[in-house]
C-alpha cells in the first residue's frame, strides 16, 4: 500500500544487454516488408491479373507477419509495462482509496474469526433441560424456549 508512492521502476541494476537477435529479425522484417510491396507493385505494372511476382510479393508479407510479433516483442512487453505504470499513476488515489478499504474489510473479517475462535476455545455451552437447544453455561434463562435453568 505505501509502495504505490515509490518508483516501479528499478535503475539500480545495470540494464541488461538487448539480445542482438531481436535486431536482426527486425532488418529481416524490414526487407521481407519492402521486398514484398516491391515485388507486389512490380508484379501488377509488368504483368496482368495475378502473377507469380505478386504471389512472391503476398508470400513475403505473409512471412512478416510472425516474424515482426516476435522481433518487436520486447518493445510491445516495455510498451504495456509503461501503460500499466501510466494507469497506476493516474489512478493513486483510487487505488490508494481501495487497498484501505479492502485492508478494513479484511481486518474486521480477521477481528470477526479471531472472536470467534476465541468464543468457541473459552466459553461454556450448555443445552437447555426443556428444548434442547444450545445456550451459553452462565444464563439464568433459555434464549430459545425463554424457560429458567
Ligand atoms: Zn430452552
New binding site residues.
Partial sequence: MENLNTPIENNDKPKAQKPRIFLVLKIIVGLLLAAGITLIICGSILYEGFSMMVFGGFTCLVFCIPLSIFAFSPNIHKTAIKTQKYIIDQNQEDLKDLSSQTGEIASAGVKHVAKAAKEGFTEDKIF??????E?DADSK???????E?
Fill in positions: 437447555c433441560k426443556h428444548c434442547g437447544s445456550i434463562f433459555c434464549s430459545y424456549c425463554g424457560k435453568q
